[in-house]
């Protein structure tokens, strides 16, 4: 890979994961569930890993990483659409599905990607992360755990 489709791709990832963080803080003033805001506020700092290391891996090519402000097209669009329609915290846990199956797809592709194997790791890690995040928020709806709480 070239070092400027590298250093496109990384700053790509690493908005989409600033996005993730602002649709995080949002989707938790939702969750009324104790036990599920837990896990999701551990999982909000897993995005701020990915962040802190994307932007490590940006400057290490003399770039500058992305602002940490929102990019208010696609992922914050699409989760913030949806909390408007559903309350509470099933209302969340379904916007925030949303917007980690957009990450999962995003980090599917990268992966791909013929990256140098300093960067694929940090990708594949978080990656990992993004499978374990959706697992858990779909199993949550499955579960109703919005029901089991009132
Ligand atoms: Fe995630």
């Known amino acids: 890979m070239e070092n400027s489709e590298i250093i496109k791709e990384l700053k790509s990832l690493c908005q989409l994961d600033i996005d993730a963080v ?4 949002e989707c938790l003033h939702h969750i ?4 599920v805001k837990r896990q999701i506020e551990h999982y909000r700092a897993d995005h701020e890993r990915h962040i802190k290391d994307l932007s490590a891996l940006i400057h290490s ?3 500058k990483a992305p602002d940490f402000s929102p990019d208010l097209k696609g992922y914050m669009l699409d989760v913030f659409s949806k909390i408007r ?13 949303g917007g980690e199956n957009l990450t999962n797809k995003r980090y ?16 594949e890690k978080n990656y990992r992360d993004e499978q374990r995040h959706l697992t858990y928020v779909e199993e ?5 755990v919005w029901k089991k709480a009132a």
């Open 22 to 25: 602002h649709a995080y803080n």
């Open 32 to 35: 009324d569930v104790p036990e």
């Open 140 to 144: 949550c709806i499955d579960n109703k």
């Open 108 to 123: 599917a592709k990268a992966i791909d990607q013929d990256f140098p194997a300093n960067i694929r790791s940090v990708i």
């Open 85 to 97: 329609s559903l309350s509470g915290t099933e209302g969340a846990l379904k916007s925030l599905k």
């Open 61 to 63: 090519y003399k770039e």
